[in-house]
């Protein structure tokens, strides 16, 4: 977290830590619960709920076809999360920075 007074990055206290900050600073994923994953009404995908239905995916805590069908996705989408993150890691998620990306990816 960013104290704005100072401009420094503090830590948050042991424990409470988001899943989004647990898998940008790749702290152990063991502990994704369906707790972490979003509501199934989401409608805005910001960064931190695209990282949680990934993680809970890649966990085990939900399948593939379960958030898929639970959030209203189509597989080449959550695959492109997927992609995204492994590529650039959790800034690629940006909207707008797709385009940039998906340029590196084609020259690739």
Same mark, same amino acid.
């Not at 900050?21 to 619960?33: E, H």
């Given at each position: 977290? %960013?104290?704005? $007074?100072?401009? #420094? @990055? #503090? *830590?948050?206290?042991?424990?409470?830590? $988001?899943?989004?900050?647990?898998?940008? &600073?790749?702290? $152990?994923?063991?502990? @994704?619960?369906?707790?972490?994953?979003?509501?199934?009404? #989401?409608?805005?995908?910001?960064?931190?709920?695209?990282? +949680?239905?990934?993680?809970?995916?890649?966990?085990?805590?939900?399948? =593939? +076809?379960? *958030?898929?069908?639970? &959030?209203? =996705?189509?597989?080449? +989408?959550? =695959?492109?999360? !997927?992609?995204?993150? +492994?590529?650039?890691?959790?800034?690629?998620? %940006?909207?707008?920075?797709? !385009?940039? &990306?998906?340029?590196?990816?084609?020259?690739?």
């Amino acid at each position: 977290m %960013r104290n704005a $007074s100072e401009n #420094t @990055v #503090t *830590a948050r206290p042991e424990g409470t830590a $988001s899943l989004a900050d647990r898998i940008a &600073y790749g702290w $152990s994923p063991g502990s @994704v619960t369906d707790a972490d994953l979003p509501p199934p009404n #989401t409608k805005r995908w910001v960064i931190r709920r695209k990282a +949680e239905v990934v993680s809970g995916v890649r966990n085990g805590v939900i399948s =593939l +076809e379960e *958030a898929c069908r639970r &959030y209203k =996705l189509s597989i080449e +989408e959550f =695959l492109s999360w !997927q992609r995204l993150i +492994e590529r650039h890691g959790l800034a690629g998620l %940006r909207a707008t920075r797709l !385009q940039d &990306y998906r340029a590196v990816a084609k020259n690739e």
